[in-house]
Structures are given as C-alpha cells and as structure tokens.
C-alpha cells in the first residue's frame, strides 16, 4: 500500500491546504480550539465556509474568533471531566461533519488523575476525545462521510500503550512517558474508529502538527527548551528552523478535516501534509508513525479498555 502524499509542501499554511475549498453547510467541531494551533485550525474551516463550534473549557477565551467569523460558535467543553463531556453531547444538535480532536496537555509535571482515576494527560488527551466521539457517533453517522480528526505528536515515538499500568500506579510517574502514552493512545483510537465505523461512512486519520511555539510548552523544562534550541540562557524563546509557525502547524489537521484530496483514507498517520511511514519507534527515532500506535490488537485493545468507562459516564449518550 503505497503512501498518501499530496502537492502541498511541508511549510504550506491550513489556509493554502483548504484554498478554493468551499465548506459551506458543513458543520466541525475543534476541541482546545480558542488557542494555538487549534485557533488557527478553527480559522481555516471557518474561512473556507464551515460552521465551526469551538470547544473549549472557558468560552471566554473564543471571543476574538466568534467575532471574527459569522459560522463559529462557542461551547464549553472540559475533556478531562466526563461529566462535562456528557453535557457537551447531549446538547449537541444535528450532524457533525469532522471532529478534529485537538486539545491537549503535556508533560504535567506532578501525577494527576481525573475523577475515574485516569492518568491526567491520558485522561484529557484520550479519554475525553474517545468519550466525545462515541457520544457524537450518531451525529458523525448522519453527516455522511464524517471525519475524525486525532491530533497526536511525534512524542508519541518515544512509547507505546502500557496496558499493565497506564496510570503509574506501580512504575515512577514520568511527564513525557505519559504524554508519550497519551499520544500513541490517540494515533489507536484514529485507528480503533477507522476499523469500527467505516460501514458509517465515518473516517479517521491522526497527524503530528511539527514543532510550533504555543501554550503547550509552558511545563517543559527551562533546561529541554533550551536543548531543543528553543530558549536562550536568559529564558526568551527562540524559533529555530525546525519549528513551524501556528498557521503551518494546523496545516494536517485541515486537510484531514476537509480536504477533498483526503476522501476515503482512513487509519493513517500523517505530518507535513504527508503520511508518514511505519517504523519501529523507540529512542531516537524522530519521525514515522510507530508500529505500536497502529497495531489492530492494540486498538481493539484500548477501546475494550476505555469503552466501560465512558459508557458508565455517558450512559444515555450517543450509540457505539
Ligand atoms: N505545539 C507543538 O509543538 C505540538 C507538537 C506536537 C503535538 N501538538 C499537539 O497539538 C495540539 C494543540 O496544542 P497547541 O500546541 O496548540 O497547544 P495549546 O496549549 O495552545 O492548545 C491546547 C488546547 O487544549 C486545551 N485543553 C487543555 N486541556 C483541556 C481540557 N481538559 N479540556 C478542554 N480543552 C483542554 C487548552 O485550553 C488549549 O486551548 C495538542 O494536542 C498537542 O499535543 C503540539
């Protein structure tokens, strides 16, 4: 199977990927979408027509875009409460065209856990978009060819799904390796959608946006910032030539979420406006999709993991 690639180049903006797209009536969800490379994403749908809900825990923080575009709105949307995520799908009317899964968090510096017990980053990163898609899954089925967008990172190449202790309950908590974890565990959910719903219609795809400089940072440390070449000794940030601006950054996750070029491709892993090879993962590597982030078992795996924790949280919502 060969890999997807498209014209557009690695530094192409989400706006250059969606030119002469037109998305009107379309409807798209953007979780984390009132900041970094979200906000940019939110802006590209919305600029190529779509009617795009921004989702996200203070609607206070979307007010620029709701100002900015007649098609966004605004909800609240707490990824790492299931209860609030709950509340997000019951009030949600009508089909859904694309979720693109954005929001995130990295590297909390101290072990946290959500009201199910759930490692934080797991819990908001995963949990949280696996609750929200299922509890949209009958909106994504009246869309037709519904997309789901999972924005995962490269990170995730520094390791997979720990089945026997996702929530560093018997090993040393670790802010990477959970982020890491968090990561892999959306690139399988990209893939557990793409092998369940595809009668639906319903498509999956998760990418890695590059190195972009936003709020995510702000927990890594002032010693790994300036490792990366990101951050000078007195503690400015740099941009060196690797990273991406936040335009280039939401660049994949639009073309997931709406490019006509994209009809039908599902299961894959792309960054660059490409997709990516699969390659082993481990120390060291720095680009590809790991063998471990797409394995059919795995995902099958973490659905039958996750699904009696959601199903218990979102009880009356949504059909899977
Ligand atoms: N910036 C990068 O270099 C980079 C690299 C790889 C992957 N990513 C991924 O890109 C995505 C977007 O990150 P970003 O760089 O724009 O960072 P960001 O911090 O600007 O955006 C993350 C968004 O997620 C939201 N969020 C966090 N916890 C939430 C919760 N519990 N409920 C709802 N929303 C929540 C935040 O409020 C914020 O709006 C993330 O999934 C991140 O892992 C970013």
Redesign the pocket.
């Known amino acids: 199977m060969s890999l997807v690639s498209t014209p557009f180049e690695p530094r192409a903006t989400a706006a250059d990927v969606l030119a002469g797209v037109d998305l009107t009536g379309k409807r798209m969800i953007v ?2 979408g ?5 906000a940019e994403t939110v802006r590209a749908l919305a600029g190529a027509g779509a009617r795009v809900t921004v989702a ?2 203070n609607a206070a923080h979307a007010k620029a875009l709701v100002e900015e575009f007649a098609g966004v709105d605004v909800a609240t ?4 409460d299931l209860a609030s995520v709950r509340t997000f799908c019951a009030g949600w009317e009508g089909p859904v065209d694309a979720i693109v899964a ?5 590297a909390l510096p101290t072990h946290q856990k959500n009201q199910q017990g759930w490692e934080l980053q797991l819990a ?2 995963f949990l ?1 978009h696996f609750a929200l898609i299922t509890g949209l899954r009958p909106a994504l089925q009246a869309a037709g060819r519904a997309r789901v967008v999972m ?1 995962s ?3 995730h190449l520094m390791g997979g799904f720990d089945f026997d202790d996702p929530h560093f309950a018997r090993r040393p908590y670790d802010p990477f390796a959970a982020y890491a974890q968090s ?1 892999t565990a959306d690139v399988l959910l990209a893939v557990g959608v793409s092998r369940r719903w595809a009668d639906d219609g319903i498509r999956a795809n998760a990418c ?5 400089h ?4 702000r927990h890594i440390p002032v010693e790994t910032m300036q490792a990366m070449g990101a951050m000078d000794t007195d503690g400015h940030l740099i941009t060196p030539d690797y990273f991406k601006t936040p335009e280039q ?1 939401a660049a994949t996750s639009v073309l997931l979420a709406a490019s006509p070029l994209l009809e039908g491709v599902t299961g894959r892993y792309f960054e660059d406006n490409k997709e990516l090879a699969v390659v082993p993962g481990g120390p060291g590597v720095t680009t590809g999709v790991a063998e471990w982030a797409v394995d059919p078992a795995a995902a099958d795996r973490l659905w039958d993991h996750a699904f009696p924790v959601v199903n218990e949280a979102l009880p009356d919502v949504g059909s899977r």
């Open positions: 979780t984390g009132a900041s970094g490379l979200g996200t825990r949307l707490d990824l790492a954005n929001a995130g968090v990295m908001t990163n949280g924005v990172s490269g990170a990561k890695a946006p590059g190195f972009i936003t709020n995510l940072s950054g």
